[in-house]
């Protein structure tokens, strides 16, 4: 399982640097319109992938009147618009903060609530991320939509996306509650210490998702996290392409 391992470098790219993709869709090899890009240009959302924040959405209701949402990943902005619409009117409060390499307006639909920062997530100072909090408190909501460029070799891009998922995790829960998830299932070593510079931004009670490519690194990271959370769940939204095997871990109250 070394693929999901505290933050190992030995499936990275040369520099230890994975290549983010410069479009949410082509980990899923974008194809022709279908009925979901329709609709988006329909409702005005800014890509389709829209569709699978709303059914999390419906099914999981991670985003509440007053939540503070940090959406990793965020271009082209579609998952900040439904965020934003998820908090509800202006009145109710809340925050959005959206994350990206690439330089991201804030979309159409979305108000004063919602800001976006032009930064490299895997190598942005933790703490500062953490200031974009309410109070510098943490968020109540990490959203990953995160992917590296593909390759075409099945378990180098499975490896690929499972590390990434573990930069994001690291992020959101800190490496401390990670090293714990991980003696736990060695059965061994002492409880971790958390403290300031270990700890990430998801408060606890929070919840997290993060999207991987199907395969048995996908599984491992799984297994990593439901210790940390009180419920991890898979889920394949319907807007997701058939040539795609992208899925989405959805993890629930942080411990």
């Excluded at 190992?8 to 869709?25: Q, V």
């Excluded at 209701?61 to 965020?74: A, E, H, R, T, Y």
């Excluded at 095997?245 to 942080?254: P, T």
Aim: net charge positive; hydrophobic share 35%; glycine share 10%.
């Amino acid at each position: 399982m070394g693929s999901v391992g505290p933050l190992t470098n030995s499936l990275l790219p040369e520099g230890g640097r994975i290549r983010l993709s410069s479009s949410p869709e082509e980990m899923s090899g974008a194809g022709a319109p279908d009925f979901f890009y329709r609709e988006a240009q329909r409702l005005g959302y800014v890509a389709r992938s829209a569709f699978k924040l709303l059914q999390i959405q419906k099914q999981y209701k991670l985003i509440k009147p007053g939540s503070s949402v940090l959406d990793l990943g965020c271009a082209p902005g579609a998952w900040l618009q439904v965020a934003c619409q998820s908090l509800g009117p202006l009145k109710n409060g809340g925050n959005v903060v959206g994350m990206d390499i690439k330089k991201v307006k804030v979309p159409p639909q979305c108000d004063s609530r919602v800001q976006t920062i032009s930064a490299d997530v895997l190598n942005f100072p933790r703490q500062k991320i953490r200031e974009l909090s309410p109070q510098q408190m943490g968020f109540s909501v990490v959203l990953s939509d995160m992917c590296p460029s593909v390759s075409g070799i099945t378990t180098r891009d499975a490896a690929l996306s499972a590390e990434l998922g573990m930069r994001a995790l690291n992020l959101a829960v800190g490496q401390a509650a990670i090293s714990q998830s991980l003696d736990d299932d060695n059965d061994g070593g002492d409880k971790v210490s958390s403290n300031e510079t270990s700890r990430g931004v998801l408060r606890h009670g929070g919840h997290l998702v993060i999207k991987l490519l199907e395969s048995e690194d996908a599984q491992d990271f799984a297994r990593i996290c439901k210790p940390i959370f009180n419920k991890a769940s898979w889920l394949r939204p319907k807007a997701t392409r058939s040539s795609s095997r992208e899925i989405y871990l959805i993890c629930q109250g942080f411990r």
